[in-house]
């Protein structure tokens, strides 16, 4: 094949290409707040969060974040992102492994569903990311039910983001966008600790 014939058939194929996104974006009329679920064993779940936030902050948008299960207030995104006004909660007190405490596990995830409660219920606040949420739900420290009757209520445009492993059919099902993260390969299981400007 000469390169003018690769030329004119790549351009036929970038064509239809085109054709079939342009007619999507055409379908796409409606505005709203979006639930999106970040889930899956692979790493970068809050990462894209954290990446959402800074979109958002670009656009002048108003952004909180909640963080159930970890503890530390350590990490470089807490440092960076309270730099720029960002309302910032760290709810938990560790994994559940490091608590070994049942009870006061449940109690920490319930005192932090009142805070997002505040949170979802402020219609000044666009883009809010629940860190870890998922946990709360794997171990039965919240209810899905509840906690989705009240994401229901909250205002129209307002976004929220999720992030943890493992999340439950029932939140997937009511999501807007769900996506995935597979673990392919991972530094840590190799020896190699947890590095600041990556994993803190």
Not at 132 to 154: I, M, N, P, S
Request: charged share 30%; net charge negative; hydrophobic share 40%.
């Amino acid at each position: 094949m000469s390169n003018s014939e690769k030329e004119q058939r790549h351009q036929t194929r970038m064509q239809r290409k085109k054709e079939v996104v342009d007619a999507s974006i055409a379908r796409a009329d409606r505005n709203k707040g979006l639930l999106l679920v970040l889930t899956g064993n692979g790493k970068g779940k809050s990462s894209s969060a954290f990446g959402m936030l800074a979109r958002a902050l670009g656009h002048d948008m108003k952004v909180a974040v909640a963080q159930f299960v970890k503890g530390r207030r350590d990490t470089g995104e807490e440092a960076f992102y309270r730099k720029q006004g960002v309302v910032w909660h760290v709810l938990g007190e560790g994994f559940t492994w490091e608590t070994q405490n049942l009870e006061q596990d449940i109690e920490t995830a319930r005192k932090g569903w009142e805070i997002v409660k505040t949170l979802i219920s402020d219609d000044s606040i666009d883009l809010i990311v629940l860190d870890e949420l998922t946990y709360a739900f794997k171990f039965g420290w919240l209810d899905v039910e509840t906690v989705l009757a009240d994401l229901a209520k909250r205002p129209e445009m307002q976004h929220v983001v999720i992030t943890g492993r493992g999340a439950p059919d029932m939140l997937c099902e009511a999501a807007d966008t769900v996506t995935e993260l597979r673990d392919v390969k991972h530094a840590f299981r190799d020896g190699v600790t947890a590095q600041p400007g990556i994993d803190l």
